[in-house]
């Protein structure tokens, strides 16, 4: 694919709404983005229309390469490891310390990859009394009280993490040949990003 972006891989382990519409913008300015999806089931939005192929699942996806890996299988875990080892970014949205607990990890991908741009999406962030909480586009934005601000909208599509996820790893890439730091990015849909 053409664009900004390309030569640039993606790994996506990432469901639902931010991390996906990020690698998706990602997709479309040219990366080659390769999904990660839980077997049998794939990405819950999958599940919203016919054929396990809905409309919100494909304005998310489009331009995605997919691979189903159970993660908590061993042999799936060195798929995806091989997969990182070879990427430029990975975006991932599980609970904080779960990527932790199967060895994917920030701390166990750089030691394969250490260009890696390694970015943690969470609801609340890694640490505090919220990190193990699930947090999803609306959960933040109720929890914010953003749609009572905008009472003229019938529906609120907030979409700021994602395109903040973009901006940080446009600017980890950088000059991608001479990036020799490691990166992690690790933005909370309620919170400030920040950057290891």
């Not at 999904?35 to 054929?51: A, N, Q």
């Not at 060195?78 to 990527?99: C, K, T, W």
């Not at 999803?136 to 529906?155: I, K, L, N």
């Not at 790893?169 to 020799?180: C, M, S, T, Y």
């Amino acid at each position: 694919m053409n664009g900004e972006l390309a030569g640039i891989r993606v790994v996506e382990a990432a469901s639902y709404v931010t991390g996906p519409f990020a690698s998706q913008l990602l997709a479309d300015m040219g990366a080659e983005v390769v999904k990660i999806e839980e077997p049998k089931r794939g990405d819950p939005f999958r599940g919203w229309g016919e054929r396990n192929y809905a409309a919100t699942f494909c304005s998310l996806n489009r331009n995605k390469k997919s691979i189903t890996l159970d993660l908590r299988i061993d042999a799936a875990r060195d798929i995806a490891r091989r997969l990182a080892s070879e990427a430029d970014v990975l975006i991932q949205n599980f609970r904080p310390g779960v990527m932790e607990k199967r060895g994917l990890g920030y701390n166990d991908i750089k030691k394969l990859n250490s260009k890696i741009v390694y970015c943690s999406i969470s609801g609340f962030g890694p640490t505090g009394p919220y990190r193990d909480m699930p947090g999803y586009d609306t959960v933040g934005q109720a929890r914010s009280g953003f749609p009572q601000r905008v009472e003229s909208a019938s529906y609120i599509d907030v979409e700021l993490p994602g395109e903040i996820i973009v901006g940080s790893v446009f600017q980890q890439l950088g000059d991608h040949d001479a990036r020799i730091i490691h990166q992690h990015i690790d933005p909370a849909i309620m919170g400030d990003g920040s950057v290891e």
